[in-house]
């Protein structure tokens, strides 16, 4: 079990062009911070439910800041108060313009990991990440990694793959890499004209926003990105969506829910307690309790799961559906056979087609009790290999 929490639900300094969550506030009916009475039951009931030693508490929006200094600080001594021995960790996805030095120092005080939502250089960044008068945010955003340097607290970036940014996958990744980030999180953008509400009732027809990405564009950009990672960077900078396949090849499993064979109870908690399967399904249809009167133990990802089970006979068919399980509910947008299959088949087999040869030879080298990340010094053949 794992919540993303949503201290001010929808509410954002921001106004990202292609944000899914903002627009969400047309729909719930609740607006404003987080009650004290809502934090303390989270807390209280979250670390009892959690079997394990560690409890992770994911902060995010809407932009999370917004909460307040003094509302972090009540959290972080409500955990202490009700640890019941166990190890609490702290995340908090921020888009990095709020921070000052007093937050960097609660932060660092408790060790929190940051995570910055920042989409390349500047003229690709500005191009969608805006703020509310419809300027460009990117020099707020590095001023604040700038404060996290200061202060010594790491962070991650997560990266949003749209239409103003994906046709230069390596000034992306470089830039990332020039800012420090050793920990990257690539998410590929389609929302749609109607809005797909219920994963389970794909519209018959729909139309993709002009920042979506098109089907194979997601492909493309990763490929490009993983061919220079594999043969320079692998070991020294964590790709999630690259180490997730790896990790899959290896035995270890999946790292990330989009491309597991079943949706992990990653529950999302609003501000006002309610829950939700999912942080892309905050609508009606998968709201499953709210925190007030809720038994987490009993709470489960039912809904999503169906819909994600619900393969079409081409993805049970394709060699690659041990690596992608039908992708996310959410991006099931396209019919074949009468049955959903993601928006980005195209796109993964294109990167899967990049990758595969590259995960046999890890799982060669592994069989052979030689680390996988002596990948490195083969790519180069691999890649000579490709281009035959």
């Not at 995010?60 to 200094?69: D, I, S, V, W």
């Not at 010594?152 to 830039?175: E, K, W």
């Not at 998410?187 to 109607?194: A, D, F, L, Q």
């Not at 399967?277 to 905050?282: I, K, M, R, T």
Request: with cysteine; charged share 20%.
């Amino acid at each position: 079990m794992h919540f993303t929490i949503k201290p001010v639900s929808y509410v954002c300094n921001l106004k990202c062009d292609y944000c899914f969550y903002l627009p969400k506030g047309e729909n719930l009916l609740h607006k404003g911070l987080m009650t004290d009475e809502v934090l303390e039951a989270l807390i209280v009931k979250y670390i009892k439910a959690c079997a394990g030693n560690r409890v992770y508490f994911t902060w995010q929006g809407g932009e999370p800041l917004l909460a307040g200094k003094k509302f972090y600080e009540k959290a972080f001594a409500l955990q202490q108060k009700h640890a019941q021995g166990k190890i609490i960790e702290n995340a908090i996805q921020t888009n990095a313009t709020l921070l000052d030095d007093e937050f960097c120092e609660l932060f660092k005080q408790h060790n929190c990991l940051m995570g910055v939502s920042i989409d390349g250089p500047q003229e690709l960044h500005d191009a969608l990440r805006k703020d509310k008068r419809g300027h460009g945010t990117y020099q707020q955003v590095i001023a604040g990694i700038e404060l996290l340097k200061k202060h010594d607290i790491p962070f991650n970036t997560l990266t949003c793959i749209n239409a103003a940014n994906y046709q230069q996958p390596l000034a992306v990744y470089n830039a990332l890499k020039e800012l420090g980030s050793t920990f990257m999180q690539f998410s590929e953008v389609v929302e749609t004209t109607p809005e797909n509400s219920d994963f389970s009732h794909v519209p018959s027809t729909y139309t993709a926003k002009p920042f979506s990405l098109s089907k194979s564009a997601y492909g493309t950009f990763m490929s490009e990105i993983f061919r220079y990672w594999v043969a320079h960077d692998i070991g020294t900078i964590h790709v999630r969506q690259f180490e997730t396949f790896i990790s899959r090849v290896l035995g270890g499993g999946h790292l990330s829910c989009v491309f597991e064979d079943k949706c992990p109870d990653n529950f999302v908690l609003e501000a006002n307690g309610d829950i939700y399967e999912c942080d892309q399904a905050v609508y009606p249809t998968y709201k499953i309790g709210n925190i007030l009167t809720s038994d987490l133990t009993k709470l489960h990802s039912e809904r999503i799961n169906a819909v994600k089970h619900n393969l079409s006979n081409q993805c049970r068919e394709c060699p690659y559906l041990a690596l992608c399980s039908g992708g996310c509910p959410k991006h099931r947008l396209d019919l074949q056979q009468g049955t959903p299959i993601t928006y980005f088949c195209e796109g993964y087999k294109i990167l899967f087609k990049t990758m595969v040869p590259y995960l046999n030879a890890m799982g060669a080298l592994e069989e052979n009790k030689i680390p996988y990340l002596a990948i490195k010094d083969i790519a180069p053949r691999i890649a000579a290999m490709a281009k035959e």
